[in-house]
């Protein structure tokens, strides 16, 4: 059997000769009826916060596997971030060294082609400079031989004297090592 406020309230009972006192009885039981509707309100009150709480823990739990599995996914996200940069980075590295070694490979190669170039250049060098020795040789030894022929003739014997002896004079100031720095 079911109990209300209203039904405490007025519930009846059978009289009897020696029974309670209906007064007594009646004013007890409007206070139990009165508690009782008290408490009735109280539960009825708390089973609706109970279930606005079930109903925010619902919430809060889907909007907490939400946010788990928004972290997992960021957390995943976040490690393939990080290895695809230290991939990258590595990459990157290597490229550079091999930029690099390609950029020293090419500096060696300049170096020993102009290493080479200044080799050649001064074989041509002596090579110009025996050339130009040997000209100024031929040059003076053809002086010499023509100086020669003109003194055995008579008539510009006396001439080619005076010419010999200047001759004479220039071949002395003659250095074929000054004409050739002079040259060069």
């Given amino acids: 059997m079911k109990f209300t406020p209203y039904g405490i309230k007025n519930q009846e009972f059978n009289k009897s000769v020696r029974g309670y006192d209906r007064d007594e009885v009646k004013a007890f039981l409007e206070r139990l009826a009165d ?43 976040t490690s393939k971030a ?12 290597k490229e550079a060294e091999i930029k690099a070694a390609q950029i020293i490979e090419k500096a060696k190669e300049s170096a020993d082609a102009l290493r080479e170039a200044v080799i050649k250049l001064r074989e041509e060098k002596k090579l110009l400079i025996a050339k130009l020795k040997a000209m100024v040789d031929t040059q003076s030894n053809l002086m010499e031989i023509i100086t020669d022929k003109n003194k055995t003739t008579p008539d510009v014997l006396i001439k080619k004297q005076t010419a010999s002896e200047s001759t004479k004079e220039e071949q002395s100031e003659i250095n074929v090592d000054d004409i050739l720095e002079k040259l060069l």
């Fill in 35 to 77: 508690e009782f509707e008290r408490i009735s309100n109280e539960n009825d009150r708390l089973q609706k916060e109970l279930e606005l709480k079930e109903e925010q823990l619902a919430e809060y739990k889907k909007l907490e596997k939400n946010l788990q599995s928004a972290l997992l996914s960021a957390t995943e996200t």
């Fill in 82 to 93: 990080v290895d695809s940069t230290k991939k990258q980075t590595a990459l990157m590295i």
